[in-house]
């Protein structure tokens, strides 16, 4: 059974960091796309960042310059490194594993980020 395991959330002041790692078991790392989401109450699940198997990086545009994400294949990892946070950013963020090629993507079970002072 495939999992992915998010970590890292919790409760930060404005201006603060976190970051957010997920490992991922029982797939090939190297042939996803990796990317999180977030959820905010009674809004609709948002892409934050997405990373190619490559290493390629998108971003939303409201965390352009504050989020980076990055990959390390060996360890089946991805990670969000979130920098200058806002309380608008508070959210349920989730992993997200997509196959570059055929169609099958996997959600992990979410991480709370909350953004208050």
């Known amino acids: 059974q495939v999992h992915l395991v998010e970590s890292g959330g919790g409760l930060v002041q404005p201006g603060g960091s976190l970051r957010l790692s997920c490992v991922a078991s029982?797939?090939?790392?190297?042939?996803?796309?990796m990317a999180w989401y977030h959820q905010a109450p009674g809004k609709q699940r948002e892409l934050v960042a997405q990373i190619s198997s490559a290493g390629s990086t998108t971003y939303a545009d409201a965390v352009k310059g504050r989020f980076t994400i990055s990959r390390d294949n060996a360890k089946s990892t991805v990670f969000l490194q979130m920098d200058s946070l806002k309380p608008e950013d508070t959210a349920v963020y989730y992993c997200?594993?997509?196959?570059?090629?055929?169609?099958?993507?996997?959600w992990g079970q979410g991480t709370q980020v909350t953004v208050s002072s």
């Open positions: 997200n594993a997509e196959h570059r090629i055929i169609v099958l993507t996997y």
């Open positions: 029982r797939i090939t790392f190297s042939l996803y796309t």
